[in-house]
């Protein structure tokens, strides 16, 4: 079946502008997060959805950033006034419920800002 | 605070050889533990989990953990190592009744023909 999706694979914007960045989950699949991970770096937690609510955003790194899950499906996460220090790769995962332990990533999408 | 730490930042081994990329961790409760690989311009796939049930888990291309409970540790061992699987390697845990997940910060295993 179809995997976790993430549009656009690569985005290059300039400093100050707003981006979106886009998640389609696996379809079922009620709990939904972001990462961010910079060169060769580890992953850092942004943002945790069950359904449609987001429990826990801690990870956000400044209210520069928000995301929202609409339909308990898609999810976009905004980066308003970007910093060049906002250039990362930014992951997605979907997880089909509390029982379920295993995560589903998707490809990612490039961003860089110049 | 719960914890993974990979020691080693990359892992170079001879192609043929066995290779091990080392994570311990800390949790409170009952560790549930993945290995993930990054290729390239690629996300995150699993490798392989240890939910319950034998120690000794077996995972794709080969990769094999083992949990060891009294050493908190999960190290992920391949008997003979491949020049493709050259790769950036994660160890993850979650516990149960909890969402979130903790990543090691990785290890680059390159592998040299």
């Known amino acids: 079946g179809a995997g976790v999706s993430q549009s656009p694979s690569n985005k290059v914007t300039e400093k100050g502008k707003d981006v979106e960045l886009r998640c389609d989950p696996i379809?079922?699949?009620?709990?939904l997060y972001w990462y961010r991970q910079s060169l060769g770096q580890g992953l850092e937690f942004l943002i945790y959805?069950?359904?449609?609510?987001?429990?826990?955003k801690s990870g956000l790194p400044s209210d520069r950033f928000s995301a929202e899950r609409t339909g308990g499906s898609v999810s976009t996460l905004t980066i308003q006034r970007t910093q060049q220090e906002d250039s990362a790769v930014y992951l997605c995962?979907?997880?089909?419920?509390?029982?379920?332990?295993?995560?589903?990533f998707g490809p990612g999408t490039r961003l860089t800002v110049t | 605070a719960q914890s993974v730490a990979q020691p080693e930042d990359q892992v170079n081994v001879a192609e043929g050889n066995p290779l091990t990329v080392k994570c311990t961790y800390s949790?409170?409760?009952?560790?549930?533990l993945f290995w993930y690989v990054q290729y390239p311009n690629r996300g995150l796939q699993v490798l392989l989990k240890?939910?319950?049930?034998?120690?000794l888990v077996k995972g794709s291309y080969g990769f094999e953990a083992e949990f060891n409970k009294s050493q908190t540790s999960f190290h992920l061992k391949k008997p003979s190592a491949l020049v493709s699987d050259s790769a950036l390697y994660f160890c993850?845990?979650?516990?149960?009744?909890?969402?979130?997940?903790?990543f090691g910060t990785g290890t680059r295993l390159k592998v040299l023909a």
């Open positions: 240890y939910i319950t049930g034998d120690n």
């Open positions: 379809s079922g699949h009620t709990a």
């Open positions: 949790v409170s409760g009952n560790p549930y």
């Open positions: 959805f069950q359904g449609n609510s987001a429990p826990d």
């Open positions: 995962a979907s997880r089909s419920g509390v029982s379920s332990y295993e995560q589903y």
């Open positions: 993850a845990v979650t516990t149960s009744g909890t969402y979130k997940y903790i």
